[in-house]
């Protein structure tokens, strides 16, 4: 052969044996075959097998099957991103003229999703308040097909009764589907929950280093599997071989990462109820959250990511405060290495949140670093607020109120 053949056409060393503790990476678009018939028969390999790069490789299999025990399924499907998960699912499972429902707490840009993409196809968005648990059931009607779960809910983190919910929906036929990005299933297993499909962003807590995006939907039923798999091919959706790789790699510290990242947050939830500035803690581990119970029922722990209310200040007086930060850095996503703050307006867009404090709410997210380095960064941060405050009061007061009538 010649250079130019002998370049695309290397000498192939034999791969046994060679036993290392790692998965091997499959960088493919092609997939070769030995024969003519099983190249014509390659579609029937879509659903386990290799047809081609973009329906599955080894590495992102092996990813798959590992989510799938992970979350006690039996197959699992990867995704581009959390996002990208969540719009399959509401693809595959809603059709023109159907309704789902999303819990008014739900992942922002799922929510402009539901809006913006799914409205203009015929398929309808019920927001529901996260709290209401079994009288979900008295907003199903005939064209309800999907009714999604997220606990805790993002940014506010009220506590969902999935069972109770699953139930309802159950009764009337209906898939249940749960974002279960922020507890992982390392403290929460949605399908031993009554849960259909267990979603997660893999971009989170699973990778676990803030260098990828990517998303994952678990499933016990075949059937359910195949839906998202065809779909996932009818959209094109695909996943490259390093990010499946560093995934993996995350997983295996995933335990370890969410133990530390709960020990710290634990302290510093402590730290944060001394503090003159703080009118309100949402994260269900707190005593007096209304979803204390149902969360300590059903989740096995906390994971680092949480908000709180400061009382009211001006803004110029918060972006000083932000600026003496100097671990905690200010950014979206969650669930790395790094601590992170990031400021939200949860009002925008929803009308159930009578219950919570005026005030700036600041999402944190816990990470890796020394806790002790933490609380001296989040002193700079209230020190900064200083003696402004004067708007102290008890810890989710209202906390609930929407829930109870
Ligand atoms: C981040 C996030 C998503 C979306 O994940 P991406 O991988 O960033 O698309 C979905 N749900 C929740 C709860 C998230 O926090």
């Given at each position: 052969?010649?250079?130019?053949?002998?370049?695309?056409?290397?000498?192939?060393?034999?791969?046994?044996?060679?036993?290392?503790?790692?998965?091997?990476l499959h960088h493919a678009s092609t997939v070769t075959f030995e024969t003519m018939a099983a190249f014509e028969s390659r579609h029937e390999r879509l659903y386990d097998?290799?047809?081609?790069?973009?329906?599955?490789?080894?590495?992102?299999?092996?990813?798959?099957?590992?989510?799938?025990?992970?979350?006690?399924?039996?197959?699992?499907?990867?995704?581009?991103?959390?996002?990208?998960?969540?719009?399959?699912?509401?693809?595959?499972?809603?059709?023109?003229?159907?309704?789902?429902l999303m819990p008014s707490s739900m992942y922002g840009p799922a929510r402009t999703m539901a809006q913006r993409l799914l409205a203009p196809l015929g398929i309808d968005?019920?927001?529901?308040?996260?709290?209401?648990?079994?009288?979900?059931?008295?907003?199903?009607?005939?064209?309800?097909?999907?009714?999604?779960?997220?606990?805790?809910?993002?940014?506010?983190?009220?506590?969902?009764?999935?069972?109770?919910?699953?139930?309802?929906?159950?009764?009337?036929?209906?898939?249940?589907?749960?974002?279960?990005?922020?507890?992982?299933?390392?403290?929460?297993?949605?399908?031993?929950?009554?849960?259909?499909?267990?979603?997660?962003?893999?971009?989170?807590?699973?990778?676990?280093?803030?260098?990828?995006?990517?998303?994952?939907?678990?499933?016990?039923?075949?059937?359910?599997?195949?839906?998202?798999?065809?779909?996932?091919?009818?959209?094109?959706?695909?996943?490259?071989?390093?990010?499946?790789?560093?995934?993996?790699?995350?997983?295996?510290?995933?335990?370890?990462?969410?133990?530390?990242?709960?020990?710290?947050?634990?302290?510093?939830?402590?730290?944060?109820?001394?503090?003159?500035?703080?009118?309100?803690?949402?994260?269900?581990?707190?005593?007096?959250?209304?979803?204390?119970?149902?969360?300590?029922?059903?989740?096995?722990?906390?994971?680092?990511?949480?908000?709180?209310?400061?009382?009211?200040?001006?803004?110029?007086?918060?972006?000083?405060?932000?600026?003496?930060?100097?671990?905690?850095?200010?950014?979206?996503?969650?669930?790395?290495?790094?601590?992170?703050?990031?400021?939200?307006?949860?009002?925008?867009?929803?009308?159930?949140?009578?219950?919570?404090?005026?005030?700036?709410?600041?999402?944190?997210?816990?990470?890796?670093?020394?806790?002790?380095?933490?609380?001296?960064?989040?002193?700079?941060?209230?020190?900064?607020?200083?003696?402004?405050?004067?708007?102290?009061?008890?810890?989710?007061?209202?906390?609930?109120?929407?829930?109870?009538?």
């Amino acid at each position: 052969m010649r250079t130019e053949t002998t370049l695309i056409h290397p000498p192939r060393t034999a791969d046994e044996p060679f036993q290392t503790l790692t998965v091997p990476l499959h960088h493919a678009s092609t997939v070769t075959f030995e024969t003519m018939a099983a190249f014509e028969s390659r579609h029937e390999r879509l659903y386990d097998g290799y047809s081609y790069g973009l329906y599955g490789t080894p590495t992102s299999r092996s990813l798959e099957q590992q989510i799938a025990a992970l979350e006690g399924g039996t197959r699992a499907l990867v995704t581009p991103s959390g996002l990208s998960a969540i719009s399959l699912v509401c693809m595959a499972f809603a059709q023109k003229d159907d309704r789902i429902l999303m819990p008014s707490s739900m992942y922002g840009p799922a929510r402009t999703m539901a809006q913006r993409l799914l409205a203009p196809l015929g398929i309808d968005t019920v927001f529901y308040d996260p709290t209401i648990a079994g009288s979900v059931g008295d907003l199903l009607d005939d064209r309800t097909k999907l009714v999604w779960v997220e606990s805790p809910g993002s940014v506010t983190f009220e506590i969902q009764d999935i069972p109770a919910i699953s139930a309802a929906a159950h009764a009337h036929g209906i898939l249940v589907a749960a974002d279960n990005t922020w507890a992982t299933p390392i403290l929460f297993n949605p399908l031993a929950h009554g849960v259909d499909l267990s979603m997660q962003s893999l971009s989170k807590y699973a990778s676990g280093h803030s260098d990828l995006n990517m998303g994952s939907i678990a499933v016990k039923e075949e059937a359910l599997f195949r839906r998202l798999k065809d779909v996932a091919r009818f959209l094109g959706l695909g996943v490259g071989a390093d990010e499946c790789f560093l995934c993996m790699r995350g997983l295996v510290t995933l335990p370890l990462r969410l133990r530390q990242s709960e020990q710290s947050s634990l302290q510093i939830l402590e730290w944060l109820r001394d503090q003159d500035s703080v009118v309100q803690i949402l994260h269900p581990a707190e005593p007096n959250h209304p979803g204390h119970a149902v969360w300590t029922r059903d989740f096995r722990g906390s994971s680092g990511v949480f908000s709180i209310v400061l009382a009211p200040h001006s803004a110029d007086v918060i972006e000083r405060a932000f600026q003496e930060l100097r671990l905690f850095k200010i950014g979206a996503s969650w669930g790395g290495a790094h601590s992170l703050v990031a400021p939200s307006n949860p009002r925008s867009g929803r009308d159930d949140l009578a219950w919570l404090s005026t005030g700036h709410l600041i999402r944190l997210s816990i990470g890796l670093e020394n806790v002790a380095d933490l609380i001296e960064d989040l002193q700079r941060f209230f020190g900064a607020l200083g003696a402004t405050a004067t708007d102290k009061r008890r810890f989710h007061t209202n906390l609930g109120a929407s829930s109870a009538e």
